[in-house]
């Protein structure tokens, strides 16, 4: 049998119905941080689906009840290996103006929390997988399925994926992108620079230095030094690095010359610009500042979120997805960047390369109506499993 054969085999074994209740099911599961055992439940349901279909799963413990449920359908060869990779966690329901697990249909959408982030995802992985398997196509390489704890929170399931295994050769992240297919975005640095100065009583501020009135240089520093130094480079689907003042904090109370003032600055770097660089860049505003004022102290800390994505978008994955996007729903998918972060840069920094890609349209995402429309969670289980021939194949 050729590929273009196995394809046509894999596809005619994905049952719309069976794609949406498996979405349905893991809808009704509530799994975000404010439940005692978080995603215990999610992760546990998929590990049964799996099981109850053939499929070889196990639970991967990351901390306390917390677990990625990582299932595989091997392949004998030495073909390439792909992760599809998404989120079992959500965010809770605060703002919700619809029963957020009671998954209704109406008009072709999908309702409740986590219905487009990113239960639609893992439903169209998880469906992919048990299509290649029923299908029972000879697979060269791995097609391993991760559902992860954490992604709306702090990551930690695709962190210790990426620090513990399972390894892949590329990877799959699954958030909603309308099926467009999204190589990079940018990554987060935070700066907190620290000024110090003297206390003193407030009747006699010239025996003290005001930390307050230092960090006004800092900032009046900041907002005409920093954005030169941004401004260099630009990405063709990112545009231009940012930044933003966050959170400032200084003071005790009125009466007393300030000691101390803090402040964060959060930087949206493109790929290529890292903490060392922001760093550098923070220091030279700071000594600047130094060189015209003998008295200015000032501490300088960094700290990241995430860092930034750039695939190639001549890498196999990525025209793998292209055709099966085009021939699953008749047109070639835009290439994009991202205006939010995903856990696809986690794993390309660990040596996977990745894009992102899904069902519904971010925007629904976190939203008081959380929706996803159900052609495109059945498109999408389509493309995940031609993609995952023409890769494991
Ligand atoms: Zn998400």
Redesign the pocket.
Known sequence: MSKEEFKRKALSQIEDDEVIKLLQDAVRIPSHKDLPDQEKEMAEFFASWFDKRGIEVELQRVEGPRQNVIARVRGEGDGSTLMYNS?LDTKPPYNMTIEPYDPVIKDGNLYGRGSV??KAQLAAFASALLAVKRANIPLRGDLIFTGVVG??WDSKGTSYIAKNGPKADMAVVG?PTKLEICIAHKGIVRATITTIGKAAHSSVPHLGINAISKMGKVIRAIEEELPKKLEGKSHPLLGKSTYSLGVINGGVQPSIVPDKCSLTVDLRVLPGIWIEDVKEYFEEILEKIKREDPEFKAELSMSSRQPPLDTSESHPIVQALKRSVNEIVGRMPKVTGAPFDTDASILANAGIPSVVCGAGDVRY?HAAVELVPVEEVIAAAKIFTLTAVEICC
């Open positions: 989120h982030d990113a992604e709306e958030e995402a």
